[in-house]
């Protein structure tokens, strides 16, 4: 198993269209958990931390479920510029290495 | 705050040519990274460091190496370049266990 999953979509979804992506992680000691948008040919950014209790940004909500361990993002009201890919990351804490997943692309259409 | 910054942007090299790809932060973040991003996949981790004068190798160390001698540097080495390694570099920076932020990246072509 790999130690984080992503489907990798492409996600094709209209203008104002609800979205949710889920990513499954493999380490049960996993200690903080993010989502980071990439646009075509750019950097990853950070998106959204997500926390235990769950967070909302606006039109994203972040949720965390550590007992079936997966992370989940939802795009509610889909814009044209929501148009990228979207990385999970997960981190193990301490020393280990931060994993990043492979990234779920989502095209919102007009 | 210029963050993280990388250099150069565009590097053309031919096949066993060497070189550098410089990066360097600005806001004393102790863990830095170096990944690799190929066409259409996700990141690659290349190197890591966890503060100046520590490194360790990620899951794709081959081909490259790295120094770490003050926190703001963290300079990627590639000697023998081969066509495998054209792919986009991105250096990152973080505080332990709080998000990376990433440089604009080096988009490397061997030829």
């Known amino acids: 198993r790999k130690e984080v999953e992503q489907d990798p979509g492409p996600f094709n979804v209209p203008e104002g269209a609800t979205v949710a992506f889920n990513c499954t992680y493999s380490n049960s000691a996993s200690q903080s958990f993010f989502w980071y948008r990439q646009d075509c040919r750019k950097e990853p950014k950070l998106l959204m931390s997500?926390?235990?209790s769950g967070n909302e940004d606006g039109r994203f909500t972040a949720q965390l479920n550590r007992a079936s361990q997966y992370i989940s993002l939802l795009i509610r009201d889909s814009k044209l510029s929501d148009s990228a890919t979207y990385l999970c990351?997960?981190?193990?804490?301490?020393?280990?290495?931060?994993?990043f997943g492979t990234g779920t692309k989502l095209q919102v259409i007009p | 705050n210029a963050g993280v910054t990388q250099t150069p942007k565009f590097r053309i090299l031919k096949i066993g040519q060497s070189m550098t790809l410089q990066c360097a932060q600005d806001?004393?973040?102790?863990?830095m990274y170096w990944y690799r991003q190929d066409p259409g996949m996700g990141l690659k981790l290349i190197y890591y460091s966890v503060g100046a004068g520590i490194t360790d190798k990620g899951e794709v160390p081959n081909g490259y190496n790295v120094s770490r001698s003050t926190t703001e540097d963290f300079p990627l080495r590639l000697e023998l370049a081969a066509p495998s390694q054209t792919s986009v570099y991105f250096c990152?920076?973080?505080?332990?266990?709080?998000?990376?932020?990433f440089g604009p990246g080096t988009r490397l072509t061997v030829l």
């Open positions: 997500v926390y235990s």
């Open positions: 990351v997960v981190n193990g804490g301490g020393y280990q290495k931060v994993t």
């Open positions: 806001m004393n973040h102790n863990y």
């Open positions: 990152a920076s973080a505080i332990v266990g709080n998000e990376q932020f």
